[in-house]
């Protein structure tokens, strides 16, 4: 490794000097760039005394004392060439600048690499595999995904996510968008009303399924509680009716977002120019045509955003039902999540857990797949 | 929210005023009833709880509930409340807030201002990440975990928060960057500021907002998580949701519903306070450009 | 891109390197970290009974408590923590979940204490075929549980004719004059479990033989057969004396239910007794138990057992101490007592129990000496949990009415051949 030459004194210096906002090195790109670069890594990560920049960062950052091999492997990409020596410095110093943006979004790329696109694969690979208590690799082709399909209790569990998912984005678009459109009335006390409407997202299911099973049980909840005040024929009793109990998972699937969808639209209706508005209304249009015809067709993208978040928050349901019916009565509420998980981790077969995993992410990616598509391809910079 | 003081575009007639905010407070009933059931009960007698009315207030009001909750509930073995286990979850929770929130942003910040060749591609493939059922990681989560050595430590949980929260916070900033005059920026690097040092001092001090909106999300994500608590976290390491489902889900004996309540409530206080403290500044990150319209 | 690509995998490839070189194996000597999901009052206190022995012995007790679904919730946990490598020292385990572990090589063995200490002559072979794999002792058994009990209301029996019943129909005619009498006659909750462990019974009192080819040996002629069919049918007669209110319930809301005499009866396993009696209800005057009619004589068990996993030499010495206080006759007494079980040992006195308790100790003596101790299906000691799964889809649809009498017979078979 050559030594960088660079003392901490002159860094120090150079750093102080871009502080001050100095241009003194504004004629040398290369210099200039390089030297932010290496003061900024100092000041950041607190390094004293370390002839090489990268090198000390990264000692400091893995506190790996033998860390040469990583050293070297990471200048072999920073720097185009492999030929070592001092000519290198020069034009990694250069590379360097160029390089940071890609070095510093490196991590979170592999973490994601890791964590979500090589597990993906795994899952696929174990939904070919005889795995039952934990993986084992013995293959077995499309078998997993046969028995999944001839299990009545996976259409069953297809038809809920159906009924849920339709029920779930329809009724939290719809309460979403009308509380932000009232809200936005100039509402006194909003500041009083918008935590309200927003804190059921603050709270997971765990602490708030008992409430919610309490309040929908006909014995002690709502039915109880209106026979209590004297309707005698009030009867609630969805949560114990094997047809009707998806509905309940519904109510409270909607409480639990719709305080957020309507978080966002109102976030898109405050961002609608006033000028257009006060055209309008200069026109004579009512505040209903308003909305219908100017306001709703402009937040349109957030119809979108809206769908896609609630579509994978459909799909991806789970401590909701465990919570309120543990799938219950019988299979009526069983939903994919909660299928796969029984068959992953209960029933110890998780080649079928695998395939009905691989299916549940193909849903969610044909949702959002095209939805990315759109957004990113326009251009990205629309300041 | 400097547009919230234009005039209401519907007309200010009384009687549809009046429609209006019945239907406002109507609402706000329908989202606080699970939480008024929760605190009513939690200060109930639990023989008062197993005679009397769901929705009815105490007659007989009592905190010893929530002191039985917090430390002297049984939880395993021991009867220690569910204290020891909110450490657990504090010092889960900061680290990973803060790093995927830091990296979220120098992501946001690369994604728009640094761009390269691909980089929509990384942004796509960064933000798929948000959208995984996370039961379906739970087998090779451990598996890579124990690889590396630290399944069962704090450090494990939050490596894994981190993981599945870099996508949310990366969304956040880059949205909310996207709108940052790109102007200003190529100005700094004419003068001679670098990659860290335009950040630092040109977008960060804009960012509060944005910073709270990633927090906050992070912050309640985290705190709520089950899953990867119950199954990463050693008996050293066990976060507050894991303690709250041993207290009220264990398999028999009498159901203090009092202690239940009162226990839930406590577990769900911090994510509470944080909404209701900074909850504006929620809506007004939303506002500024978390969410495209 | 591919630049960026390599660039990703180097540090990847840094941070993996760096985090092995950092990692430390961190179990301190002489103790143990015990996985299990007794987190409610009494299970927790008798569990601290043995937790105190240990500490007087030096061994340090880490608790690892995983309550929800009686241990479901716990056995997602232990698969991720054996997946990555971290085991604890022992774990609350039922039946076949046992043996899956044993089949996968990483569980420990107790022979060593065992042998010593002769549990191959005290512990019923029934046992045996959960706590022994392949000769290894694997599992220290700490209870007994039999499933197949009914638990009545004292008074609202003796308003019934205050005979116990013996048979079905004599069953049938109990509850019916409950019916009568404006109670609800069975309290039942409604989760797939519960309604399986009434399915055992009703299985088992159709004759020792039919519950084994049926239950245990999977016989597709038992399994669609005309008994099946009997089965179901009695099923559904009983379904008809549950409330419509019993979705979702708890089984110990079901026992307050009896207690209260709102309900008449429940068939419920032996830790239901806990409940009667934390009620300050005596035996024999409040409340009765008998065998579910037409089974007396034969036991259906589940046992609860922890299970010793490869912790490694240091920890060793302490999962020895464990297991070996597990079975000390002092606190499968004082375990049982509070739990409602008995113990798993044949040779422990039954002095300190009560009534229903030395008639479970009697009677499984007395099964275990016929031949008719069998594993319960609806708790995981008859068939794997894939098979028991099925099953539980098939019973629970059935009885919540989704399906006829005659379509569940047709299709248990082929629900239960389509996961073999």
Redo the contacts between chains.
Sequence with gaps: MPAGGCGLARKKLNFVS?VK???D??NDDDN??AF??RA?FNV?FDDNGGAFAVRAV?NVI???NG?GF?VR??LN??SDDNDGGAAVMSTLTAKL?D??????????????????????I??GYLSLTDS????SYGFVGLENYQ?LW????WHRALLNLAIFGILYIVFCTA?GL??AI??????RGE?F????????????F???G??????L?????LE??VQ?WGWEGFAF?W??D?KL?IYTVVMAAV?QSS?FVM??F???L???D?EI??AA?MDGA???T??RRI?IP??R??FL?AFVILA?LA??A??LVIAL??G?????TELP?TF???????????GIGASS?VI??AM??SI??PY?YL??RQP???? | ?S??S??????PNRVL?AC??A??LV??V??????Y??VMNSLKTLDEIRQG???APPREWTVKPWGDAWSRAQIGVEATGLRPYFINSVLMVVPAVTISTV?GA??G????K???RGA?V????????????????????AR?LGFLGISGTTAGLV??H???G??FT?LFFRNYY?????ELIRAAQI???????IFWSILLPSSGPILAVSAIWQF?NIW???LFGASFGDFDSIPM?VA??NL?SSSSGVKE?NV??AG??L??LP??L???LS??Y??RG??AG???? | MS??W??????????I??SI??AAPASAQGSVEVMHWWTSGGEAAALEVLKDDLESKGVTWNDAPVAG?GG?QA??VL?AR??GGNPPTAVQALGF?IT??A??DVVANLNEVADAEGWDDVIPDALQSFSKYDGKWIAAPVNVHSTNWVWINKSALDAAGGRAPTTWDELVSVLDRMKSNGIIPLGHG???WQDATIFDAVVLSLGDDFYKSALIDLDPGALSGAKMREAFDRMEVLRGYVD?????RDWNLASALVIEGEAGMQMMGDWAKGEFLKAGQVPGEDFVCIRFPGTQGSVTFNSDQFVMFEVGEESRPAQLLMASAIENPVFQSAFNVVKGSVPARTDVPDTDFDDCGKKGMKDLAEANRGGSLFGSMAHGHAV???V??AIY?VV??H????ISSAEAVE?LASAVS??R
């Excluded at chain 1, 390089?99 to 993906?120: D, E, T």
């Excluded at chain 1, 049980?217 to 909840?221: A, N, T, V, W």
């Design positions: 871009l906002g100095g241009d090195d504004n200039g760039g932010a670069v900024v950041i990264l893995f506190d790996d860390g990583a492997a990471v990409v920073i600048q390089w940071i943006p890609r070095l510093v979004l490196s991590p979170s790329a592999a973490i994601i690499f890791v964590f979500v696109y090589a597990f993906i795994y899952t039952r208590l934990l993986p028995k001839a299990l009545p209790h309460v009308l509380l009232f809200l936005d009335q100039r509402i500041g009303l918008r935590p309200i409407y927003l804190y059921p997202l603050a709270l997971s765990i602490v708030t008992t409430a919610w099973k309490w309040f049980d006909p014995g002690i909840g109880n509680t209590r009793d949560i114990k094997r109990a409480w305080g978080a966002i109102l976030a898109g405050r961002g609608v006033d508005i006060k209304q009512s505040g209903f308003i909305y306001i402009l937040v993208p957030i955003s994978h799909i991806k789970y401590d019916t543990g219950g009565p019988g299979q009526a999540a796969m998980y029984s068959y992953t981790f209960t029933r110890s077969l998780m995993a549940m992410l969610i990616f959002i797949v990315l957004e990113l990205k910079d629309r300041s | 929210m547009s919230s234009r005039a209401p575009v519907v007309a005023r209006l905010y239907t406002l609402f706000a329908y989202y606080l009833l699970p939480l059931v929760m009315n769901m929705l990296l120098l992501n910040y690369v994604l728009t640094w761009t390269f929509n990384v942004f796509a493939l960064i933000l798929l990440s948000c959208f995984i059922p996370f039961q379906i990681v739970l087998i090779p989560s890579v490596l894994i981190i993981a599945y870099i996508g990366t996207a709108s940052f005059p790109t003068d001679g500021a670098g990659f860290f040092r309640t709520n998580d089950f949701t709250l489902n009220v519903y239940h309540f839930a409530i577990a769900a994510t509470l944080v909404y209701v909850g504006r929620f809506v939303l506002t978390a969410v495209k319209g | 630049r960026f390599t660039g990703c995998a180097a540090i990847l490839a840094l941070v390197g760096i070189h950092g679904g479901e056995m997602t698969r054996v997946t979940s899956d572990w089949e996968l409604g989760q797939a419509d209110n019993f979705s979702g794997p949990p894939a028991q799964g889809d629970t649809q009885f919540n009415r989704e299709s389509a996961v």
